[in-house]
């Protein structure tokens, strides 16, 4: 059974810096892409990033674009989320994907607020 | 980016009986693959999204049959055929042909 556990939200001000985890297990990590999409409160759902597998390409939305950097380590079946120069508009609950969308987490909520 | 529409935003059901939702894309989401990268996803209230089809018309594992997909080119519809209880939440169409991967505004379903 695929399981994705997001983790690392939190209260953060305005011009701060998170970083996000998400534990895989159920399925073969290393070979598949990875995605975060976050969901502001009471609104849809926006795509943020996609990591490929296999050294492949990093994928950004243009909101997050040079503030956000998405990573993975194979070794402990882990994607990651870096964000800094956060805003209040980044305020969502930010799920974890495996590959483009078949599986998600629970999401962790980031609230960035002075 | 690719602009993704639903109509409607809002579906009253009834118990037992159809229905569909629209989905259509700003541009052709035709993938040069050859593959047409459409998805659904159903939110519940209260939970993360799950995806019920892919690639157009491709049920997930564990959806039931009554829910399909349909349509090519630029304009998709999911069609629940007779509606159950648990089918109450928002359902989202979602592109993922041309980066930057893009979900229409959602269609909330709830019962009459």
């Known amino acids: 059974e695929v399981q994705l556990l997001e983790s690392g939200g939190g209260l953060v001000q305005p011009g701060g810096s998170l970083r996000l985890s998400c534990a895989a297990s159920?399925?073969?990590?290393?070979?598949?892409?990875m995605s975060w999409v976050r969901q502001a409160p009471g609104k849809g759902l926006e795509w943020v990033s996609t990591?490929?597998?296999?050294?492949?390409?990093?994928y950004y939305s243009d909101s997050v674009k040079g503030r956000f950097t998405i990573s993975r380590d194979d070794s402990k079946n882990t994607v990651y989320l870096q964000m800094h120069g956060l805003r209040a508009e980044d305020t969502a609950l930010y799920y974890c994907?495996?590959?483009?969308?078949?599986?998600w987490g629970q999401g962790t909520m980031v609230t960035v607020s002075s | 980016d690719v602009v993704m529409t639903q109509s409607p935003l809002s579906l009253p059901v009834t118990l037992g009986q159809p229905a569909s939702i629209s989905c259509r894309s700003s541009q052709s989401l035709v993938h040069s693959d050859g593959n047409t990268y459409l998805n659904w996803f159903q939110q519940r209230p209260g939970q993360s999204p799950r995806r019920l089809i892919y690639?157009?018309?491709n049920r997930d594992s564990g959806v039931p049959d009554r829910f399909s997909g349909s349509g090519s080119g630029t304009d998709f519809t999911l069609t629940i055929s007779r509606v159950e209880a648990e089918d109450v939440g928002v359902y989202y169409c979602m592109q993922g042909t041309h980066w930057l991967f893009t979900f229409g505004p959602g269609t909330k379903v709830d019962i009459k």
């Open positions: 690639k157009v018309s």
């Open positions: 159920g399925f073969m990590f290393s070979s598949f892409a």
């Open positions: 994907g495996k590959d483009y969308g078949d599986n």
């Open positions: 990591l490929r597998c296999c050294g492949g390409s990093t």
